[in-house]
């Protein structure tokens, strides 16, 4: 079966170890290193414990694609110097940077995974989809990510998305007037892990709108769905009327974030 391997071998980067001391590297993380081996042979991937020997770093694709300012998986391979794991079908385009056990200055969105998890690696010669796939496979043992590196990535990610919808800050405060009283909210949706408004749990691939930091004793950090946003921006929209003459920079923001809330 073809499990998304190249037609062609994959050139591996150069520099030292060949794939099957990386492959033995790899499969060295599992307690019987050759069960692994037989996964890789039979299914193209194989259930890998985290743990000591490397651990790996979960990255919602939106923030992947906007740090590098693209969804072409060299551009992504380019912007982490290590080896970056893709996946599609269990939580949306997701990626795993493999980085060295240690502590994590992460999120829940971008959480790090170690001892007490695993995660399905994908043979070295899987560079392409369908389902777990290589974006850049290690060079050679040890290879993996700096965590410094995977943070500023992230980092990136999260300021150009914020810059996307920073357009139109007549629209945001439009949307901002329509929250309801913080004082009604659970703790999930003043933190931004819920639709400020229906509830639904966030992940940065779902949370379509983010407020940023409101005030309040503590500060509050409200964040939406797609849905609920294009809702109210209809309801701004329509309350707002129709402009003189050309449309005004309000109803341009409201119009866009209506339809964007559509799709």
Not at 83 to 105: C, N
Not at 149 to 174: C, K, M, N, W
Not at 242 to 263: F, H, I, V
Request: hydrophobic share 35%.
């Amino acid at each position: 079966m073809d499990y998304g391997r190249a037609a062609q071998p994959p050139v591996l980067p150069s520099r030292t170890d060949p794939p099957d001391a990386i492959r033995d590297w790899l499969a060295g993380a599992h307690a019987s290193p050759e069960q692994a081996r037989r996964e890789w042979a039979r299914c193209g991937i194989a259930l890998l414990p985290l743990g000591p020997r490397f651990g790996a770093v979960r990255i919602p694709g939106d923030l992947v694609h906007a740090a590098v300012g693209s969804e072409d998986g060299r551009d992504v391979a380019n912007a982490l110097d290590g080896p970056v794991i893709h996946d599609v079908r269990t939580l949306g385009p997701t990626y795993w940077a493999l980085v060295p056990h240690h502590d994590w200055p992460g999120d829940p969105e971008t959480p790090f995974l170690g001892v007490g998890t695993y995660l399905g690696v994908p043979d070295l010669t899987v560079t392409a989809p369908p389902g777990s796939f290589w974006v850049r496979p290690p060079r050679h043992r040890h290879h993996l990510c700096g965590p410094e590196d995977v943070l500023a990535l992230i980092t990136d990610g999260r300021r150009e998305l914020g810059q996307q919808h920073a357009g139109y800050p007549e629209a945001f405060s439009a949307l901002a007037r329509q929250l309801p009283p913080s004082e009604t909210l659970s703790d999930y949706r003043l933190r931004g892990r819920t639709c400020v408004w229906c509830g639904i749990p966030l992940t940065a691939e779902t949370a379509f709108i983010d407020f940023g930091q409101l005030p309040m004793s503590q500060g509050w950090f409200p964040r939406a769905c797609r849905p609920c946003t294009g809702e109210r921006a209809e309801r701004a929209f329509r309350e707002h009327g129709q402009c003189a003459a050309e449309p005004c920079a309000l109803a341009r923001g409201l119009g866009r974030l209506r339809r964007e809330g559509q799709k």
